[in-house]
Each structure stands twice: as structure tokens, then as C-alpha cells.
């Protein structure tokens, strides 16, 4: 007789513990509500931005080369040394200029004389033409000695000219030579960085002007940084000149740097294949020395913080707008409008437009409504139309907010879901 009495306590324990959760849950004694998480409707300043990912460069940078060819007699800078303007930074060895120099002085020295001989022997041509011209106004000479002369004289003229030419060109050829002599040493056009050294002492290297010579080093303002960045062309529209920005660089992923959009490009960079093609235009972002001069180091060999080549993400803050009202962005969600019915569209479920609705926590009951949005961050976005402020909207959770919630569902607000709630 125990056992049996003992199975209907274990029975009746378990049946009041059901009615307890029951009742607690809504099971028993009242409607099923949907726990969900709301807010209140307020008003913020919102920052609308654009993220894009690139590399940091300098904001000018020179690669030189040498004019001439030749061996590297003297390398006179190191990479990452910063150099001034007009500084010596190599020298290629200059025999074979020297001795074209010493070529064209001795050429020019020959054309001068020339020209000299040449400038007596129109003179002595020229005193003789106005005597044989004398004697034939007076009859005394023939037609022929008198033509003879006048021939001489026009060839002596000819001759100064030709020989004048002659010097003019000696010195051309002079100056090219002593050019390319001044050209065997290499200067500093800018005051900057060595950031890359791609020679070393004792190496040949071919000028430019054959073929694209030899890149010797880049010369950089380490000062001045940007970062070349590639926007999608669905962005691009919204970027404009002198937008600010705000810039993490993967090397210094605590601190975020301030930028400032210099350059957009205007043609497109299509990469990939046709099927898979992606369309990036490239935009220019100046890095403000500002907001990094309290990490340039003087004591430092590379003092500047910024090397050429790092890796950056940029946030591009398009538009800014204060004392707007914002839900979170997943209150809003896509349902289809059902306001709007046309015969046309019964055998066309698919062809119901789409509107953007949220749902207002209003005495236990969410209530559904059509809005239009703004602007958005990362969490809120504007509400230019359909709600209050003050009211409560439905913020969580994404499943109910999307699929479960109709107009009129019975909620309770509760502070947090549990988590073994299922959707």
C-alpha cells in the first residue's frame, strides 16, 4: 500500500510545480506574450560614415634617378637618413664625362679658330672685291675679273657664317658635356627621408635617358602621410572634398589618428573578372600632423611614426546631424505594406511593396508602424517620420522584431532575454 500512495505524491508534486511554472510563463490564467527588450525614443547627434581599408603613404614622394650611366663611386646617405635640399646624395664616376668635357673644349677652341681665319679672309676678300668694283665703274677691267671677285667675296661671307655655326655648335656640344658632367653627382631635390635605398657602392647603373634607368632611392616627406584608400562606387557619391575622417592603423590599434579627404578620384579601378568585377574609386586622406606629433621621437633614427607601406582602416564621416531622433538600428525592419492592394497584384505575392516599420511597446501590446529613416552609425539610425519621442520601441530580439511581431501581439518588457530562449 506504500508504494502505490508514494507514486501519487511524486504525481501530485509534479503537477503543482506545472501549474506554478504554468501560471508564472502565461501557460495558465492568461495570453502568451513575447518577452522583448525596448527603448525609449530619444534624440542624438548622429555621424554618418563610410569605412574603407588602404595603404599609408607619403604625400610626396621622389624616386631618383641618375641621369647618366655609370659605376657608383660614392654613396653618400643611408636608408632612413633625412637629408636637405640640395644635399650631395651620390656620385657616379665621371671619367668618361671628364674626358668628353675635355673633347668639346678642344672642339669649341678649333671652331673659334676656324671662325677667325675665316673672318681675315673676308676681309682680304672683301678689300679686294671694292677694288676690282672700282675698276670696272671705270671700265678698265673685264666683266669676268669683276664676277671673279664679286664670287670670292659672297664665298668668304659664307664661310664666317659656316664657320660661326661651327662655334655655336661647339658650345652646345660643350655645355651638354660639362651637363653631363654636373649630372654625375646627385642632389637632394627636396628636403625629406631617404625611405628606400635600392643601390649599393660600387654598382653600375643606367641612366634615363635609356629606356627608364635605374631607380637608385625614394626620397620622402615622412611628415606629410595619406592614405590611398579605395571606396565602392555605391559609396563613392556620398564622399566629398575636406570630409574628416578618423584613421586606425593596424601598427597602433589603440589610438585612432585624425584625417581629412584631399583627392577623389575620377576615373574607376575595375578589379577582377568580368563576372566577379568590383569597382573601387581612390580616395586621398590626409593624415593631420596634429593628432600624432605627440608620438614623433627625435631621439629615434626614424622619428615619425608612419612608415610607408602600413596597413590602415579609415572611417569617412560624410554627414553629421545634431538633435535628431534615433532608435537602434534593429528596431527597423522590412514588412510587406498592406495598405496598399491592387487587383492586379493578387496573383503576385511577390510584387507587394516593401516599407520600413517598427514597432512601439504601447500598454503590454506592440503596435506597428510605418516610418522613414535618415542617416545611420554603426548602432542608431534617424527617424524623420512616423514616431514620438519618448515612445517605446521594440529593440530586441532581431528574430521577434523581424519575423514573429504583428500588429496588435501582446509583449512583456523585460530588462534582459534569457539565454536559453529560442527563436
Known sequence: MKKPVLLALIALVVIITLLIIGKKQGWIGQEYREKVLAEKITRRTITESITANGKIKPEVEVKISSDVSGEILELLVQEGEEVTKGQILARIQPDIYQRN??????????????????????????????RNKQLW???????????????????AKA?????????????????????NLNKTTIYAPMEGTISRLNVEKGERV??????????????ANLNQMEVLVDVNENDIIRVSLKDTCLIEVDAYLKKK?????????????????????????????????????????????????????????????????????????????????????????????????????????EDGVAKQRSVETGIQDSKYIEITEGVSEDEQVVSGPYSAISRKLEDGDLIEIVDKLTSDKKD
Open 101 to 130: 668635357l675635355e673633347k668639346m673644349q678642344a672642339a669649341l677652341k678649333s671652331a673659334e679658330a676656324n671662325l677667325s681665319q675665316a673672318k681675315a679672309q673676308l676681309v682680304q676678300k672683301e678689300l679686294n672685291y671694292n
Open 137 to 155: 665703274d671705270e671700265k678698265t677691267i673685264s666683266e669676268a675679273e669683276y664676277e671673279q671677285a664679286l664670287s670670292e667675296y659672297n664665298v
Open 206 to 219: 643606367v641612366g634615363t635617358a635609356q629606356f627608364e634607368g635605374t631607380e637608385m632611392m625614394t626620397l
Open 159 to 179: 664661310n664666317v657664317e659656316s664657320a660661326l655655326a661651327s662655334v655655336v655648335n661647339s658650345k652646345a656640344g660643350l655645355n651638354e658635356a660639362q651637363d
Open 257 to 361: 589618428f585624425k584625417g581629412i579627404v584631399t583627392q577623389i578620384a575620377n576615373s574607376a579601378k575595375v578589379e577582377g573578372t568580368s563576372a566577379d568585377q568590383i569597382t573601387n574609386f581612390e580616395v586621398r586622406v590626409l593624415i593631420l600632423p596634429e593628432s600624432y606629433e605627440d608620438m614623433i621621437d627625435e631621439t629615434k633614427h626614424s622619428k615619425y611614426p608612419f612608415r610607408p607601406g602600413m596597413s590602415a582602416t579609415v572611417d569617412i564621416q560624410t554627414n553629421t546631424k545634431n538633435d535628431i531622433l534615433t532608435v537602434p538600428i534593429i528596431a527597423v525592419t522590412m514588412r510587406n505594406d498592406t495598405t496598399k492592394t491592387d487587383s492586379t497584384d493578387i496573383k503576385k505575392p511577390d510584387a507587394e511593396s516593401k516599407i520600413e516599420v517598427v514597432f512601439i511597446a
